[in-house]
C-alpha cells in the first residue's frame, strides 16, 4: 500500500498550516492512513464538532427535561394531570401526546440541521484524507 | 372462541410463515460471508432499516401489552408507550451515526474501539447475550401465554409444543436468512402490524363520529374506576414506594431503548452514517404513529369490550386487542389480528438470536479466543451454531417460564441496556480520558447491580405476583432497579477510569472521534 502513495509526508505541523506546501493537503501518515491526530486538530474538523454539539447539547436537555418534568408531573401533580382540557381529555393526555409532538418535531429538525449544516462540514474534512481513503 | 375461528388464526399465521421463508430463501442465495451474516452486507437504505428498526423494537409486549395496559389502566398504561417514543431521540442525536461510522458487526466493535480488546469484548459480549436472552425468554414465555387465547389451546403440552415450533421458526429465519433474511421479516411484519393497527384505529374512531373525547366518556362508563381511568395513578399512584418505582420505570425506558443490543445491531446493516441517521427518522415516525394508535385502541377497547371483559379473558390484560378486533370484525379480523402478534413474535425473537449469535461469534469466538485472527467463513459457522444453540436455550426457557410473571424479565432487559450499555456506550464516545479499567467497570458494575437488584426485588418474592411468593428476600423494594443502577453504572465508569494507572489511547482517541463524526478510515462512503 505504501509504494502506491506517490509523495507523502507526515504533515510538520497539524491542521491547515500545510495548505501551503501541498496544493491538496492530505492529512494522512507515511503508512497511507489518515492522520487521526492531525484531523482532529484542524479547523475544519473543530468546526464540524461545535456544530454538532451546538445542537445536539441544547436538544438533549430539552427533551430530557420535557419528558422529566412529564413523568415528575404524573407521579406527584395527579391532580393537576387530571384537569380537563377538551371534553374528558385532560391535561395529561394532551401533555403525554404533545411528548409524541416534540419528539417528532425534534427529530426532524435534527434531520434538517443534520442535512444542511453537518454534512457539507463532513464532506469538507473528508476531503482532509480523501486520497487516504481512496489509496487504502 | 369456535374452532372455525382457529383455522382462521392458522391459516393466516401458516401463510405469513410460508410467505417470508420463501422471502427470506430469495434474499439470501449468496449469504455466506460475515458482512452478510451479520449485516446483511450494510445493504439495506435508511427507509428499509428504519421500518426493520420499528419492527424489531415493535414486540408482542408493545402491541398486546400496552394495548392491554391502557384499557384496564388507562392513563398509567399510557406512559410505556411515551418512553418508548422519546427514547428514539437519544438513538438518533447520540448514538446512530457514531454506531455506524465506528463498529462493523457488534457493540463489542464500538466499545472496544480504543480499549484494550479482550476484556472489552468479552464484557460486552456477556452483556449482550445476557439482555437478549432475558428478553428473549419473555418473548417466548409470552408466546405460550398468547396460545391460550389466539388458538384456543389450553393444555401445557399443547403450549410447549407452539413454543418449540415458533423457536424452531426463528433458527430457521436465522440460519437461512441471515441479518438479510431477518431484516425482511421484520420490514413486512412492521409494515403489517402499523398497517393494521391504523386502520383498526381509524375504524374505532370513526364509529365515534372522529370524537377522541365521546370515546374517552363511553370508556369511563364501562371501567369499573370511572373518571380515576383518564388520570395518573391507577396503577403507580397507591404509594411513595409505587411513584419511585414508576419513576425508575420511564428512567429505564428512555435510556435502555437505544442501548439494547439488537437495536444498536441495525445501523450496520445501511451504508453509511446519513443513512442510519434516516433509519432513525423513519423509526421515529412508524413509533410516533403506532403508539398513537394503541392509545385509541387501549380505550377503544375499554369502552366497547369493557374492563371486566378483558380482566376475565384467558390472557388478562393481553386479550384487550384480540377481543376488541373480535368485537368490531368478527372472525376474520380476529385472525389477522392474531396471525399479526405471532409475526411479531416470531419476529423479534428472531432478530434477538441473530444478535446473541453474532456477539458470541464475533466478540467471542474471533477476537477473545481467536484473538482476531479467526477466518471469517469459520466465524460465521460459530455464529450459526451459536443460533442454534441460543434457539433451543430459548426454547427450554420460554416452556419453562410458561405462565409465569415474565413482565419483569423485559422491564429487566430495558434496565440492563440502560445501566450497562448506555453509559459506556456514551462515555467512550465522548469522553477522552475512559479507559479500559472504567470501561469494564461500568459494563459489570450495571449488569450485576442490575440483576442483583432484581433478584431482591419484590417482582422475584415476597408478594402476592412473584415468581417465589412464598419465600420472600426481597430486600430492595423497587421492582425496576434502574434509579439505581443506571447512576451506579455512571459512577463505576467514571470511578474505574479516573483510579486507573493506565491512561487511554490518545492516537485510538482521535481516530474514534474523528472516525465518529465523519466516517473517515472505516471505508463507508
Known sequence: MTKALPSVSRPATPGFATFDEHPHSLLIDGDGEPDFGAIQTSEDFLALKRRVTRFIVPATLLFLAWYVTFVLLSAYAADFMSTPLFGTVNVGLTMGFLQFVTTIIITMAYARYAKKRLDPQVDKVRALAETAEELA | ?525
Open chain 2, 1 to 525: 372462541m369456535t374452532g372455525a375461528n382457529t383455522a382462521i388464526n392458522l391459516s393466516v399465521f401458516g401463510i405469513f410463515v410460508l410467505l417470508t421463508l420463501y422471502i427470506v430463501y430469495r434474499a439470501s442465495t449468496r449469504n455466506v460471508s460475515a458482512s452478510d451474516y451479520y449485516a446483511a452486507g450494510s445493504s439495506f437504505t435508511g427507509t428499509q432499516n428504519g421500518i426493520a428498526l420499528s419492527g424489531d423494537f415493535l414486540s408482542a409486549a408493545s402491541f398486546l401489552g400496552i394495548s392491554g395496559a391502557i384499557a384496564v389502566n388507562g392513563y398509567d398504561g399510557f406512559l410505556y408507550s411515551i418512553g418508548w417514543v422519546v427514547a428514539w431521540l437519544i438513538g438518533l442525536m447520540l448514538i446512530a451515526e457514531r454506531m455506524r461510522n465506528t463498529g462493523r458487526y457488534t457493540m463489542g466493535d464500538v466499545m472496544a474501539f480504543r480499549m484494550r480488546q479482550r476484556p472489552v469484548r468479552a464484557a460486552a459480549a456477556n452483556a449482550t447475550l445476557v439482555i437478549s436472552i432475558f428478553y428473549m425468554i419473555a418473548q417466548m414465555a409470552g408466546a405460550g401465554g398468547l396460545m391460550a387465547l389466539l388458538l384456543d389451546v389450553h393444555s401445557s403440552v399443547g403450549q410447549a409444543i407452539i413454543i418449540a415450533v415458533v423457536g424452531v421458526v426463528m433458527v430457521l429465519y436465522v440460519l437461512v436468512g441471515g441479518m438479510k433474511g431477518t431484516t425482511w421479516v421484520q420490514i413486512i411484519k412492521a409494515v403489517l402490524l402499523v398497517l393494521s393497527v391504523s386502520l383498526l384505529t381509524i375504524f374505532l374512531i370513526g364509529k365515534f363520529g372522529f370524537d377522541f373525547s365521546a370515546m374517552l366518556d363511553r370508556a369511563t362508563q364501562k371501567s369499573p374506576l370511572g373518571q380515576a381511568v383518564l388520570s395518573p395513578g391507577v396503577k403507580y399512584g397507591s404509594s411513595g414506594l409505587t411513584k419511585l418505582d414508576f419513576l425508575s420505570l420511564a428512567l429505564a425506558l428512555v435510556l435502555g431503548t437505544a442501548s439494547l443490543p439488537h437495536v444498536l445491531m441495525r445501523f450496520y446493516t445501511v451504508p453509511n452514517a446519513r443513512e442510519a441517521r434516516r433509519s432513525v427518522v423513519w423509526a421515529t415516525w412508524m413509533m410516533a404513529i403506532f403508539y398513537s394508535c394503541t392509545l385509541v385502541i387501549g380505550f377503544g377497547a375499554m369502552a366497547l369490550v369493557g374492563t371486566d371483559k378483558i380482566t376475565g379473558a384467558p390472557g388478562g390484560e393481553n386479550s384487550a386487542a384480540p377481543l376488541l378486533a373480535f368485537q368490531v370484525g368478527g372472525t376474520v379480523l380476529l385472525g389477522i389480528v392474531c396471525a399479526v402478534a405471532f409475526a411479531t413474535i416470531l419476529a423479534v425473537v428472531a432478530g434477538l438470536t441473530l444478535t446473541a449469535s453474532a456477539s458470541f461469534a464475533h466478540d467471542v469466538y474471533a477476537n477473545v479466543i481467536k484473538r482476531g485472527e479467526a477466518d471469517p467463513r469459520e466465524e460465521v459457522r460459530v455464529a450459526r451454531i451459536t443460533a442454534v444453540c441460543v434457539g433451543v436455550l430459548a426454547i427450554v426457557g420460554g416452556i419453562a417460564a410458561n405462565g409465569q410473571n415474565v413482565a419483569f424479565l423485559v422491564a429487566l432487559a430495558f434496565a440492563l441496556a440502560a445501566s450497562a450499555n448506555l453509559p459506556t456506550l456514551l462515555y467512550s464516545m465522548f469522553w477522552k480520558r475512559f479507559n479500559t479499567r472504567g470501561t469494564l467497570w461500568s459494563i459489570y458494575g450495571g449488569l450485576t447491580s442490575c440483576v442483583l437488584l432484581i433478584v431482591f426485588s419484590p417482582a422475584i418474592s415476597g408478594s402476592k405476583s412473584s415468581v417465589f411468593p412464598d419465600v420472600d428476600f426481597a430486600y430492595f423494594p423497587l421492582s425496576n432497579p434502574g434509579i439505581v443502577s443506571i447512576p451506579l453504572s455512571f459512577l463505576a465508569g467514571f470511578l474505574g477510569t479516573i483510579l486507573s494507572k493506565e491512561p487511554a489511547d490518545p492516537a485510538k482517541q482521535s481516530e474514534m472521534e474523528v472516525r465518529g463524526l465523519t466516517g473517515i478510515g472505516s471505508g463507508l462512503r
